[in-house]
């Protein structure tokens, strides 16, 4: 089993920043694709930002430009920087990683998800 825990989420002041980060542990034998979800109440949850095994980058819209994925493959970890806050960037912040697992018999492959961390900016 892989689990994935975030940390950095907080209250924070519009135009402010906050990092939050991702530790994936487990029997990893390889982690593909990572990235980073959000929830507003009432809403769906959506893509924020993912990134590749290659730190090839993709942002969703409304982020692009004030938010920067990366990641530490070395320590199985993700981030994401999030500076210029949007009291709508207010919500439940998920990480999310693809991952070939190491088992008896190969490497089959799942998705994580961490348990989420509450990001709240204030106007």
């Known amino acids: 089993q892989v689990q994935l825990v975030e940390f950095g989420g907080g209250l924070v002041q519009a135009g402010g920043s906050l990092r939050l980060s991702c530790a994936a542990s487990?029997?990893?034998?390889?982690?593909?694709?990572m990235g980073w979800y959000r929830q507003a109440p009432g809403k769906q949850r959506e893509l924020v930002a993912s990134?590749?095994?290659?730190?090839?980058?993709n942002y969703a819209d409304s982020v692009r430009g004030r938010f920067t994925i990366s990641r530490d493959n070395a320590k199985n970890t993700v981030y994401l920087q999030m500076n210029s806050l949007k009291p709508e960037d207010t919500a439940v912040y998920y990480c999310?990683?693809?991952?070939?697992?190491?088992?008896?018999?190969?490497?089959?492959?799942?998705?994580?998800w961490g348990q989420g961390t509450q990001v709240t900016v204030s106007s």
């Open positions: 999310n990683a693809n991952a070939d697992l190491i088992a008896a018999w190969g490497t089959p492959s799942y998705t994580y």
């Open positions: 487990g029997s990893i034998f390889r982690i593909n694709h």
């Open positions: 990134i590749s095994s290659g730190s090839s980058t």
